[in-house]
């Protein structure tokens, strides 16, 4: 897999995200990533790293097997225009990480039979902590695996059916903003108790941390941990029955839900 040439096209926050995390996750070495923008010296300094730098998408993809498409969503449509001459069948595989644009839509800009996987990463994969939800057009078992194995070297990923991507999308995308929305809050809460807003933040991320993994861990579910810590008459239980009286489970679930709607009233 190490000698497996990438290009990245569009070398902004998930582009480099995901060339820094393949290098480091041994999935191909930088000699063989090219990535790509239009303004070089934002990226300029990857080179020393060993990383191929260009502004040329078409020479990229011409030396390259899997196709990583990173830009904005306005920028695709100029942007499979350019490559979509030097793409081959039974050569490439298309990675899209672009929100909200469907394999169908890509497929008819490029007019050829390639695979082409779409991939929702969020945000912790700038250290290799990313949820990422693939599925995929035209591609094998083997190409899915191989993108699967790529992506794995930033995260977790799970392979889904397209018509759930803006739902992953909400969950696992959005899903960070919502979990720092709890931490800050618990944070907020500490702090109240007499900690200081470190010492606070500290514990509830790693209160957070350790929640997390004790579900991956015990492969167990939530009420299953809950029961572990709720004495009866405790306090636990004292203060998780308020925050369900205050609407803390409708409230997430509203959340989502809102959020879900949003994406798919979205105009491209
Ligand atoms: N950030 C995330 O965690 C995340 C998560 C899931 C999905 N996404 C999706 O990933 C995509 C990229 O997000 P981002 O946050 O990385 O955006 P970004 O930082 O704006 O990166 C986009 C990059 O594309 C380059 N670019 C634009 N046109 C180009 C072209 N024709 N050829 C080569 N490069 C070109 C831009 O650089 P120049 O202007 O210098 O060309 C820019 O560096 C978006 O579609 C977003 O929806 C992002």
Redesign the pocket.
Known sequence: MAETKIAI?????????IALGAAKGNVSSPKNISI?????S??EHLKKNGFKVT?E?IEAVTSSRIIIL????K??Q??LQ?IAPSLKKGKHILVS????ISTEEISSHINKEIPIVRA????A??IGSSMTCICSKNANEKQLKEIQTLFNALGTTLVIEERLMKAA?VLA?SGIAFFMRYIRAATQGGIQLGFDSEESQLIAVETAKGAASLLLGNHSHPEIEIDKVTTPEGCTIAGLNEMEHQGLSSALIKGIITSFEKINSIKK
């Open positions: 096209l569009g070398g902004g926050n998930l582009g480099v995200a790509t923008r239009r303004h070089l934002k990226i502004t998408n990173c830009v904005q969503p920028q695709l100029g942007l350019e990480t672009i929100t909200g929702m990463p969020n945000t994969i700038a999308t995308a």
